[in-house]
């Protein structure tokens, strides 16, 4: 193998990349530090400041929940992971029946059509209502009327509907002649949707499958309306105690802290596929 | 002659307004090569996808083996199972290993387990000449190998008729050799086939029957010399020439 060098003019490019990669982290940092300096000049300036940061930035107090807070985050975890294993499973049942074909199976295509439509357009905090309060008022025997269960419910039938529509995204964008091919060897609708279409269609929607989850972590926090002592239900009591916010500070802390994982997870799931919407290259 | 092993009377298809195959009619002996030629919309494509039955006739009658196979009642699997197919994109499983795209219907259609299956796999890729890609995925292959592959995942069934749907026209002058090669050995072991080719001189090589669809029949057949040395029809000597203009003659 004969040795190579880079010629003068390669040295000469090389240099020029490197000043101008510092130059423009330069005024990238320099910049930032601008601008939080300015904001925080301005918010301190402000007459309620003082108020503001004993409420909200009362980090001794914040400190001293911070372990009630931790166990109340407990729930969220549960009712998040619950959750997660329904609603892929129920979604992908729902993405299935969506592409039965033929007119035997029209009615089942269109309630599942119905459903999608229904659900995804209803907000979470109606539905959790309407579950959480209609459901029990119904007496049926049998009927759960845990808030816990409740909630996890609501957050299934609303997810279900993303997640199906995400699933069937993801079906569709699996060339039709996966699908001729693998009838072709004799497989029937379903043996070549479960075994040629599906793992191709989970392996691509996989980032926005994930994005999804991320948001739903949050979302368990909203079943604290229907009285499940999760973290935010515990820090709306702790500020009830001395009306000082940072109870919320704190659980938003500790959200963000929860899904910043996640969300590098994602990130790189999607860059091993090759897709650099969330990071982006060179071009 | 016996009966022919394939026997297409009248078949009809079309796509909304646009009739595909019109009144076509076709027989094929067994352990012969039939070449379907045509320009492209000709219908090569639509018939053998009819023949196995990923399309649904309009009209006609297919006969495999003297059953008819357009009869709704009949089970569709497993006459698919007896006629394999290859296609011009390949259509190999990309998040299966090339093993797992070979063993995958003899696994799930005829019941095989696993341990067989594959193999048989490991023994009709060493057919094609692959037995060392077997782990391998298929976009990490030549597409004259993924061809390979497809046609090893369509033998692998025992079928007893092969389609090949212009195998060779998406890969580089240099690949389609292997696999005109491993097409041409087939025929020697007796396989019976029909091909859909622009490769003019292959199918001079190598088919019993050749005939020329054009307007969704056969307007013409016969032996290679027939067609491509005495075309009776005005329409196939037009084709034909401009073929050879081409220089694919």
Redesign the interface.
Known sequence: MEAWSPSARQHERDAFRRRRTRRSALIATASTVVFFVAAALVVRSTPGWPRVRDSFFDFHRGWQILPGLLRALWINVQIMLISEVLILLFALIIAWLRTLQGPAFFPIRFLATAYVDIFRGLPLLLVLYVIGYGLPGLRLTGAPNSPFVLGIIALVLTYTAYVAEVFRAGIESVHP??R?????????HG?SMR??VF??AV?RVLPPLLNDFVSLQKDTSLVSILGVIDIVLTAQNDTAQDFKFVPYVMAGLVFVVLTIPLARFTDWVGRRQGWRGAVGSVV | MSAPLLSVRGLRKAYGKSVVLNDLDLDVAEHTCTVLIGSSGSGKSTLL?CL?L?EVVDDGVIELDGVDITDPRVEV??I??K???V?Q?F??????SVLDNVA??PR???GVARRQAEDDARAMLDRVGLAAKAGARPDELSGGQQQRVAIA??LV?RPRLMLFDEVTSALDPELVAEVLTLIGELKNEGMTMVVATHEMGFARKIAEQVCFLDGGRVLESGTAEQVFGAPRAERTRQFLGRIEEAGRL
Request: hydrophobic share 45%; glycine share 4%.
């Open positions: 002649s996966q001729a091919a693998a009838r072709s060897l004799g497989l029937t043996q075994f040629v793992p191709q392996r | 996808r196995n990923l699997n497993r698919r199972a006629v394999g197919i296609f994109a259509n190999l499983f990309p998040h299966l995958l219907a799930r259609v005829h995942r369509a069934n």
